[in-house]
């Protein structure tokens, strides 16, 4: 079981994207930031080739950029609960059990909101893309060696984590 360590900055922050994600990696790590240097997998995946051990996931929505690190892979996804064709979008990426739990919950945002994350932070985890699609299969039901997290944030905003196993999950929230 990991820990995991999420880092939430308000789009008012002016650092970079870079900056925020070497600066958090330093605070979680107790490395400098110079040591770490960004790679992308060839799958689009994010990791630190100096420091493979630490594991990260990045996500950003409306006001907020967040980062999710651990000693195991991770996925973390943040979503703004905004105005979307909900109805259309699940028919067109959401398994037939998660629309139907959609529809017996009359597609409330936070619900949908949920299920995205979810979802999203499912194909960050696996770092491999969902080339047969979203709709293969669903986080309302337990996938194999995948654990969902819903983590409360500020009112409006969904976000969840997925790991193998997740313990404590802290969250830091930068000025």
């Not at 945002?109 to 949920?114: G, I, K, Q, R, Y």
Request: with cysteine; proline share 5%; charged share 25%.
């Amino acid at each position: 079981m990991s820990d995991f360590y999420i880092y939430i900055f308000h789009a008012d922050n002016l650092m970079t994207e870079e900056e925020r994600l070497y600066k958090s990696a330093s605070h979680y790590s107790g490395l400098a930031s110079s040591a770490f240097i960004k790679a992308q997998t060839e799958a689009g995946k994010p990791f630190f080739p100096s420091t493979p051990h630490i594991k990260f996931s990045i996500s950003h929505s409306g006001d907020y950029w967040a980062c999710a690190f651990g000693a195991s892979e991770v996925g973390l996804d943040i979503q703004q609960h905004t105005a979307c064709r909900s109805r259309d979008i699940s028919k067109r990426f959401f398994h037939p059990e998660e629309i139907g739990h959609l529809e017996a919950c009359e597609y409330a945002p936070e619900t949908f909101f949920e299920i995205w994350t979810a979802k999203e932070s499912y194909v960050k985890f696996t770092g491999k893309g969902l080339p047969q699609g979203l709709d293969t299969f669903s986080v309302m039901a337990p996938i194999e060696r995948a654990e969902f997290r819903h983590i409360p944030f500020e009112d409006g905003y969904s976000m969840c984590i997925c790991a193998e196993k997740i313990g404590k999950v802290l969250v830091y929230e930068e000025e």
